[in-house]
């Protein structure tokens, strides 16, 4: 079955990086899209990236622009979010999707805590 394991997260003080890492099993994904959200307590799951199937395009959320950046290696089905200039506001669980045939598979996620 599908499976997508986050890795990666953890405690940072502001301004620094973390590299998120997802990787994808069951079957091959380099036909697909994938991106990453977040959640913060209390608040709606939110957009944050995502990465065409040959990696060629990327889209980020404005309020990571400049900041994040999305990247993929079709090869080990693994889908990358290097974060750097790290913000409290950045502080939630972080969460690898992928849509296949038109439904929706979500990794547990990886908490990163950003402090000031």
């Known amino acids: 079955q599908v499976q997508l394991v986050e890795s990666g997260g953890g405690l940072v003080q502001a301004g620094g990086s973390l590299r998120l890492s997802c990787a994808a099993s069951g079957r091959t994904f380099s036909r697909y899209g994938m991106g990453w959200f977040r959640q913060a307590p209390g608040n709606q799951r939110e957009f944050v990236a995502t990465v065409s199937d040959n990696g060629a395009r990327a889209y980020h959320a404005d309020s990571v622009k400049g900041r994040f950046t999305i990247a993929r290696d079709n090869v080990k089905n693994t889908v990358y979010l290097q974060m750097n200039s790290l913000k409290p506001e950045d502080t939630a669980v972080y969460y690898c999707?992928?849509?296949?045939?038109?439904?929706?598979?979500w990794g547990q996620g990886t908490q990163v805590t950003v402090s000031s």
């Open positions: 999707n992928v849509r296949l045939t038109g439904q929706d598979y």
